[in-house]
């Protein structure tokens, strides 16, 4: 297995553009995870799915990021309009009942 | 809010020695994990300790836990120069199987 699939490792946007980030999970893992990494804030949850479903989506900072999963193989982040304050590692992690995490390389995403 | 905070921040050691992080956490847990990070890439899933467990062991890493303290330890023996990272506890929280971690023990393993 390839683990989880994040793209693009990197992205450099102009502040107001849209990003669209994306995530493949792991075969057969019924939990997928959104999480951002920041220097000042460490690993957040913002928002994660069982079976494709969205369960907790409190750590979503604002309307302007929202998530989807349309089936069990994909799943995307988006942010419009993006901020400079949105700069950050983002990582998606998918994990299989009883056992850990299997994360992702994870997005970095400079906005300016 | 972070559930759970590391301790030291930051760690030093020669290669050969051993390290040993710590973890406090706040509320009631059903399991406690370990993660590693180097730089620039993603978390990696270590080891999972339950809360009817006192101590696991994986090769050369050795957890313990003590619920009634609320906290957990990381030891790696005879450490190596590829042990350089980041390491993060991590407990579910909030219900379902959600992870909050922590903030994080940055080791250097010197030659």
């Known amino acids: 297995d390839a683990g989880v699939i994040q793209s693009p490792r990197h992205e450099v946007t102009e502040m107001g553009q849209e990003v669209t980030l994306r995530c493949k999970p792991i075969?057969?893992?019924?939990?997928l995870f959104w999480y951002r990494q920041t220097m000042m804030r460490g690993l957040e949850l913002l928002i994660y799915f069982n079976n494709n479903v969205p369960i907790d989506d409190s750590g979503m900072p604002e309307d302007r990021f929202s998530a989807k999963m349309p089936n069990a193989s994909f799943s995307t982040l988006k942010i419009q309009p993006s901020e400079p304050r949105d700069s950050a590692v983002y990582f998606c992690?998918?994990?299989?009942?009883?056992?850990?995490?299997?994360f992702g390389s994870g997005t970095r995403l400079t906005v300016v | 809010s972070q559930q759970g905070e590391e301790d030291p921040q930051a760690l030093s050691i020669q290669e050969g020695e051993n390290a040993t992080m710590n973890c406090s956490y706040k509320t009631s847990i059903n399991n406690l994990q370990w993660y590693r990070q180097n730089s620039g890439r993603g978390l990696v899933h270590l080891i999972l300790i339950r809360s009817n467990e006192r101590e696991k062991h994986s090769g050369r890493l050795r957890v313990t836990l003590d619920t009634s303290k609320k906290s957990s330890s990381l030891l790696i023996t005879a450490s190596r120069a590829a042990d350089t990272a980041s390491y993060f506890c991590a407990t579910p929280g909030g219900g379902g199987n959600k992870l909050t971690f922590g903030t994080g023990t940055q080791l250097k393993v010197e030659l």
């Open positions: 992690a998918s994990m299989d009942r009883g056992y850990g995490y299997t």
């Open positions: 075969s057969g893992h019924n939990s």
